[in-house]
């Protein structure tokens, strides 16, 4: 029930929209998967310590100490909350994107990366950009599949082929931001490692549905981001392994990363580097969104996801169910219907350009969801176009112009404080919508849809 989840409750509740007629609403946040609201109570814990914060690891007063136990003690509810191994680190960067670049760049030269062509482009483009050599593996049509293209693919690429060191590395995500569907994180990992392949999970979508435990999963790294799980100051996480991050050059380079820096005979400078999450967090840090990602995962914890996840499978029982009933709607999955999903899902509806339909669930009824390709091109384009895209078009741009042809979707997602009532209000637009739909005019100015 509800009340299950009313530790969970979140800023915004309240919150009243216009609509086109002049009226006013209250907002339907629906749009968890981009950004999700704060908890209150994370939003109060940071209050509680806002007039105390200082300067991290950087200065000798009461505050400078007090904000340094806070941020270390940060850290110690992160690698709890993810149920880290003895020796793994958490390195707190600005998001998930922020994350997987670190990664990418403290990878041992000539590692080569997998990943499904399915991805997130955080989880896509950070080994490319990189320079290292990519394998990307065409959309998988169910988990048992992508579970044999992973086999496949590894054996037929043995470590040996590769370059220095022989490293690979394989990125997938949890749950997708598009379908919401849940990948078999446990099992590909399983795969990997037979194959003496490292694997770094994108929980970006996945640890605000689910407890991520990294022993039990046994991934390696996982990544998430602060906004997504109901802490919005601008603070993402990497944690795992710490050998290769040692190893390391820096994220950046800077204060805070370097333990003594010495003026040479020759004129040069010698730099020694931190080992640990310090090599990678050059710079004041953010403490107070490190702060408040520990509060939310103290919140989580605490509230159980066993409630949250209760009340979730409920509301996307309820959605799908009234989406099913309205024949201009397909729901895109990669999976199939029977398929486990968190509270993100996408569709298109029939005679609709997706940026007008979402323009008007926000306009006329106060429904905030997202629409377009959703930072995962080549899936959506797949899923929308149903065509094969190769991950060199990734990054393209998408007409979304009235007329022109359109492959974009609508997304709607939700988690931790999202009333019955905005499902069945957003359910209830789209059938007006679909079978009324024709009275409302949209055009574009500057590239956004308006009433
Ligand atoms: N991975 C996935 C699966 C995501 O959904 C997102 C955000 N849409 C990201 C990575 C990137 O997260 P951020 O924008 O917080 O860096």
Excluded: M
Excluded at 273 to 294: F, L, M
């Amino acid at each position: 029930s509800l009340d299950l989840c009313a530790p969970l409750a979140v800023l915004g509740a309240d919150v009243q929209v216009p609509l086109v007629s002049g009226e006013k609403v209250g907002y339907a946040a629906l749009d968890y998967a981009a950004s999700s609201p704060a908890l209150q109570r994370v939003w109060d814990e940071v209050a509680a310590y806002a007039p105390y914060y200082g300067s991290v690891h950087r200065g000798a007063g009461y505050l400078s100490q007090l904000s340094t136990d806070l941020f270390e003690q940060s850290r110690r509810t992160v690698a709890d909350f993810l149920d880290l191994r003895e020796g793994d680190q958490v390195v707190f960067t600005r998001a998930t994107t922020d994350s997987l670049n670190l990664l990418a760049g403290a990878l041992p030269a000539g590692t080569r990366v997998f990943a499904f062509e399915t991805e997130h482009h955080a989880s896509l483009l950070p080994w490319r950009q990189a320079g290292l050599p990519v394998s990307y593996l065409p959309s998988p049509r169910s988990p048992e599949e992508a579970v044999a293209a992973l086999a496949e693919a590894l054996a037929a690429q043995p470590s040996q082929e590769e370059g220095a060191g022989g490293h690979r590395l394989f990125c997938v995500t949890g749950a997708s931001n598009v379908t919401g569907e849940l990948w078999p994180v446990a099992e590909l990992t399983r795969v990997a490692h037979q194959h003496g392949v490292r694997v770094v999970l994108d929980a970006a979508q996945l640890a605000p549905h689910h407890r991520v435990s990294v022993r039990e999963l046994d991934v390696d790294w996982v990544a998430f981001s602060g906004h997504k799980l109901y802490a919005p100051f601008g603070a993402g996480v990497l944690a795992g392994r710490g050998d290769w991050l040692d190893a390391a050059e820096p994220y950046l380079a800077g204060g805070g990363a370097s333990r003594t820096v010495a003026r040479e005979v020759d004129g040069s400078v010698a730099v020694e580097w931190h080992q640990g999450p310090a090599r990678h967090e050059a710079g004041s840090p953010n403490v107070i969104g490190a702060y408040a990602i520990a509060a939310a995962c103290r919140a989580l914890t605490e509230a159980g996801f066993e409630a949250l996840q209760a009340r979730e499978q409920y509301l996307i029982g309820r959605l799908t169910a009234g989406l099913a009933e309205i024949p201009e709607v397909r729901v895109l999955s990669l999976f199939g219907p029977q398929a486990a999903r968190v509270g993100v899902l996408s569709f298109v509806v029939q005679g609709w350009n997706s940026s007008h339909f979402s323009a008007a669930l926000s306009a006329e009824y106060g429904i905030g969801v997202r629409d377009g390709l959703f930072c995962a091109h080549p899936l959506v384009r797949t899923l929308v176009g149903g065509e094969e895209v190769t991950p060199s078009q990734c990054g393209a741009p998408e007409p979304s112009l009235p007329g022109e042809r359109s492959l974009n979707a609508i997304r709607v997602s939700f988690g931790a404080g999202t009333p019955e009532e905005h499902i069945d209000r957003f359910l209830a637009a789209v059938r007006e919508l679909v079978s009324d739909g024709a009275r409302w005019n949209y055009r574009n100015e500057g590239g956004r849809c308006v009433a």
